[in-house]
């Protein structure tokens, strides 16, 4: 026996009434001062800077322009790949679609609600690009152009986004596309670089560029010409929503609202590991890089053997860490003696050992498997994972540092010290990380406590130390090392009373890395 | 009481390199081993040995103390107090704890496994870690996933295998490896018919082969089959010897 959707939503309105008009009206007051204060901020501002702000950013709207709504859009696409802008909650999947409903009587109001929205920022987003780009408010066609394009577009990437949330096969292409739409944005920031030919193809290209057609100051056909495309293609976005609301899988809204309640939990446990946890799972059933590496027979390459399996399987990480640590480490010889290049090189290097300990952070997850599986104490299979990321970093970073010589980055009295540091440089970078890295996403209790017993604000900064504090530790060490090599008189005595010095650390590093328990 | 007839079945054990147990000590024995949660006695003071060629199997209803009693036995967790001994060394002491767990293998109630690991790869990384990756490793493997039914899904994830599946793939990591003690928890739960009758078929072996099992059940018909010596316990004491 069917039943009306609208009956049932209606019912489930009665038994979970939500938000009383009493307390809208109390949402829409504090939403209304909100925006009034910082309205009233943010215009004082504008008397100020606005005219010199216009004159800095006229020149690069069509640079800037095009190639941001085609990023906004391929970002809308892929959220439509795992979450989207229809979601159910779990319980409501458990019951709800699976009950005798109509899906789209169900699905049709969520979708219809998300289109206005996003319609509705579009146009408010096109009146306001309309006024930065200099079309004064006399001209209201313009100001009114640009918002229906901002509509338009809205319209378009909620219909757009809609079909890949329902066809499992389009977000694989999505998914599969993105590295090759990343190289398309960069051939629309080039081609917008360009005049004549190449800067119309790129406002002609497709729906990012006809959204800025309007805003092609002198061309008002072209403009009228692009919101017709635009309209157009909205038109069709909305009749496909309307036809197709029904006919999205159970299976599709189970998956994303499990991937969502997951992450809400872990936003609200403030656990990080455990957002991006069920972010990640999301695509894994989708992605699998098929590939076997021989096992060694030696037990103590067993560790790194699994940590290159899962880096090989992921190459897109192993590519850009190691990436990173090069780079790093040729900022970091290539001024030794700048404050500028010591942090960002120091946090480079950092960030890229993190990245490249995602074996060790999976081992962190589900403390009890090694437990049961491999022969070692948890500290000691800790340390094992750390071996890898610092082959691979000493190895990036040897071949950076000889080709910054040769390209006479680094200069030749430098090179031999930095070659000296790059050992315990990475040494203490990769174990600090791992340190880090050990303790999962979840602030502790612990931590909690102490931070909420501070009445003077303090709580934020222990929770930022406990983060940060083995990164800040190591930053700082390196910093220090590598100044040591650039402002000493001779660089190899200072490369060597460095070296020492965090090899020491390094060492105190890896015995608390060690003595780690679950 | 079932006696069970420990007899060599599957050959899946043969191949492997058995640790035996040092002279005259038991595969398994605990003196005190106890654990409490605050004022709540998850298993009281537990005295356990177990030698070679004996299925002890510790039976009880859910919530009686099993698991916990598994999880002292394997180091999962720590004792309030007590000892565990695998072959005269403590499994809660390093380093001796390293010699004890080289002798010890776990199949747990929850199948512990790598979510970025293959069935195959887990099988490898075990071989690997207890220093029996061979040049017949391959054959090995191939041996076990045959066994279990697993060949079809060697490169599945175990986020793409079924509960009965992950089951099988932890029980295959603990029979990859060289051991003198199994430990068993709850072992036949989601396991088909097939795959019960050829979990029997080890722990005979097993013990044919001077090994030692502890099961943990609360299945009547498998222990039946299998244990040698049953004990039962209850709001984690043992209540029946």
Redesign the interface.
């Known amino acids: 026996m069917s039943v009306e959707a609208r009956d049932v939503l209606a019912a489930r309105r009665e038994l979970a009434p939500g938000k009383s008009v009493l307390e809208h009206a109390e949402a829409i007051y504090i939403a209304v001062l909100t925006v009034g204060i910082l309205g009233s901020i943010l215009l004082g501002v504008w008397h100020g800077l606005g005219p010199f702000l216009l004159d800095l950013i006229r020149p690069y709207r069509v640079i800037v322009g095009v190639p941001a709504v085609f990023l906004i859009g391929l970002a809308v696409l892929r959220f439509s790949t795992w979450q989207g802008f229809v979601s159910f909650s779990e319980a409501d999947c458990a019951h709800l679609l699976t009950a005798p409903v109509p899906r789209a009587g169900l699905v049709w109001p969520r979708l219809r609600n998300a289109a206005l929205l996003l319609g509705f920022v579009g146009a408010a987003t096109g009146a306001v690009a309309s006024l930065a780009a200099g079309i004064h408010m006399a001209h209201l066609g313009g100001v009114v152009q640009g918002a229906a394009a901002g509509l338009a577009l809205g319209l378009l990437l909620v219909a757009a986004g809609w079909q890949v949330q329902r066809l499992p096969r389009v977000a694989v292409w999505v998914l599969r596309l993105t590295m090759p739409a990343l190289v398309l944005a960069g051939v629309l920031v080039l081609g917008s670089r360009t005049e004549g030919v190449g800067r119309q193809a790129v406002l002609w290209s497709g729906p990012w560029g006809w959204a800025l057609l309007p805003f092609n100051a002198g061309n008002r056909v072209s403009g009228l010409a692009g919101l017709g495309l635009l309209g157009t293609l909205a038109v069709g976005g909305w009749v496909s929503l309307s036809r197709t609301a029904g006919s999205c899988s159970l299976e599709t809204f189970r998956a994303r609202a499990r991937t969502r309640a997951r992450m809400v939990a872990g936003l609200y446990s403030l656990d990080s590991r455990a957002v991006v946890k069920a972010r990640r799972e999301s695509r894994s059933a989708r992605w699998q890089v098929r590939l076997r590496l021989r096992v060694p027979r030696h037990t103590g390459l067993v560790v790194p053997w699994r940590g290159a399996l899962n880096l090989l399987r992921s190459p897109v990480r192993l590519i850009w860490s190691a990436a990173l640590g090069g780079g790093a480490i040729l900022i970091l010889a290539a001024a030794p003696g700048r404050p500028g290049s010591l942090l960002g090189g120091s946090v480079a290097l950092y960030l890229a050992a993190g990245s490249l300990l995602e074996p060790l952070r999976l081992e962190a997850d589900a403390p009890a498997v090694s437990r049961v599986l491999l022969p070692w104490s948890y500290g000691k299979v800790l340390w094992l994972h750390c071996l890898l990321p610092a082959v691979i970093l000493i190895v990036v970073g040897s071949a950076a540092l000889a080709g910054g010589w040769a390209a006479g980055l680094v200069e030749g009295s430098v090179v031999a010290g930095a070659f000296v540091l790059l050992i315990p440089v990475v040494a203490v970078m990769v174990l600090a990380a791992g340190l880090s890295a050990r303790r999962g996403g979840g602030i502790p209790t612990s931590i909690l406590t102490l931070s909420g017993g501070d009445p003077v604000g303090g709580g934020v900064v222990i929770i930022l130390l406990w983060a940060v504090g083995w990164a800040l530790l190591a930053i700082a060490a390196v910093a220090v090392g590598v100044y040591a090599l650039g402002s000493s008189a001779t660089a190899s005595s200072g490369a060597v009373s460095a070296a020492v010095g965090l090899s020491t650390l390094a060492l105190v590093l890896r015995r608390v890395l060690v003595a780690s328990s679950r | 009481m079932t006696q069970a007839a420990p007899q060599p079945t599957t050959g899946l054990l043969s191949t492997l390199a058995l640790q035996p147990a040092r002279e005259s000590v038991a595969v398994l024995e605990t003196y005190g081993l106890t654990r409490e949660y605050g004022p709540v006695v998850a298993l009281a003071p537990l005295d356990l040995r177990v030698d070679a060629g004996e299925c002890l199997a510790l039976m009880g209803p859910n919530g009686s103390g099993k698991t916990t009693a598994a999880a002292l036995i394997?180091?999962?967790l720590e004792p309030s107090d007590g000892v565990a001994e695998v072959c005269g060394f403590s499994i809660h002491q390093?380093p001796a704890?390293?010699s004890a767990?080289?002798h010890l293998a776990?199949v747990?109630d929850a199948p512990?496994?790598?979510?970025?690991?293959t069935v195959?790869?887990?099988l490898?990384?075990?071989?690997?870690?207890?220093?029996v990756?061979?040049d017949d490793?391959e054959e090995r493997c191939d041996q076990l996933l045959v066994a279990l039914g697993l060949e079809e899904r060697a490169?599945f994830?175990p986020?793409?295998l079924s509960r009965g599946m992950r089951q099988k793939t932890?029980i295959a990591?603990a029979l990859i490896r060289p051991f003198s003690l199994l430990v068993l928890d709850e072992p036949v739960v989601g396991l088909d018919r097939r795959s019960v009758d050829v979990l029997k078929g080890i722990v005979r072996e097993a013990l044919g082969t001077g090994r030692a099992v502890l099961l943990m059940t609360h299945s009547d018909a498998f222990a039946d089959e299998v244990a040698t010596r049953t004990l039962h316990i209850e709001e984690g004491h043992v209540v029946e010897r």
């Open positions: 394997c180091g999962l390093e704890a390293v767990r080289s776990y747990p512990a496994l790598y979510d970025d690991m195959s790869d887990h490898h990384l075990v071989a690997a870690a207890h220093g990756a061979g490793l490169l994830l986020t793409q932890a990591c």
